[in-house]
């Protein structure tokens, strides 16, 4: 069942939203004369954003269940429904296993996973009572590809990939969208911010601009396209890992070995 859905005229969510992607898909959606409430966490950079684009916004932390009701419900009382909602917020998570706290674990896990979940699992009711609806869940290349010295990012991508294929197959016969984001390295502060081996790794294929990749969600929305690879190299990766799974290890553990090299301060970080 094809789920295509017209952008002009629909009400949007759009976390993660004062920076980034998640900005740069707000401007994509008001060119597109939608409706958008913005959602993020950072309050101070969040208003600037929703005042430079006229746009309401909620502060809210998105790994809160209750948050995510509250989002939904004022996000109703702005727009008077959701047709909509692009859960794109999420956190960096450089650090291999050792590293890697478990209080980094749950908070890149509720950011990077339960965010998606719980926004499917309360926004899904009023949708299948419109019979329509459409979600955008914002993975990584790295939810698909595994990102080399990033454990937790590496996991909490793959299982928002994981939820993402799971909904589609479950609602996708029902009048629900959806489509799952997985790019490479975008001009965003968490890329430019990160450590310099991080950086170099993501930046391989490429950076791209934020305006590029919300302009490929756009098109995805209205053509009802599940995954959606701004990085086309990206597709002939997942192909090479499908044909030969250990070739395709092997080939990342020479690439590790290449990083590490060059950039040895990182040893410790990736253990």
Wanted: net charge negative; glycine share 10%; aromatic share 8%.
């Amino acid at each position: 069942m094809s789920n295509i859905m017209e952008v002009k005229g629909k009400r949007v969510i759009v976390t993660g939203a004062a920076f980034g992607i998640g900005k740069a898909m707000t401007e994509s959606f008001l060119e597109s004369e939608a409706e958008v409430v913005i959602v993020d966490i950072n309050e101070e950079a969040l208003k600037q954003t929703a005042g430079d684009l006229n746009v309401e916004y909620i502060t809210a932390d998105v790994s809160s269940e209750d948050a995510i009701k509250e989002i939904i419900s004022t996000s109703n009382s702005f727009m008077g429904g959701i047709d909509i909602f692009c859960s794109n917020a999420g956190v960096a998570g450089a650090g291999g296993l050792l590293s890697t706290t478990e209080e980094d674990w749950l908070n890149i896990w509720g950011v990077n996973v339960m965010s998606h979940i719980y926004a499917a699992k309360h926004t899904l009711p009023q949708m299948l009572k419109q019979e329509s609806g459409y979600f955008v869940n914002t993975a990584s290349a790295a939810g698909l590809l595994t990102q080399i010295g990033a454990a937790g990012y590496s996991v909490t991508k793959a299982a928002a990939v994981s939820f993402a294929e799971w909904l589609k197959i479950t609602y996708g016969n029902k009048g629900i969208g959806v489509s799952c984001l997985c790019p490479q390295g975008v001009r965003t502060s968490m890329v430019e911010d990160a450590p310099g081996i991080v950086s170099a790794l993501v930046g391989i294929d490429g950076i791209m601009e934020p305006a590029d990749v919300a302009s490929d969600v756009i098109k995805a929305i209205e053509k009802d396209q599940f995954l959606i690879a701004p990085h086309e190299q990206v597709l002939d990766y997942i192909k090479m890992k499908a044909q030969d799974y250990d070739r395709w290890i092997g080939g990342m553990q020479s690439l590790q070995t290449q990083l590490l090299d060059n950039f040895p301060e990182a040893n410790e970080m990736f253990k």
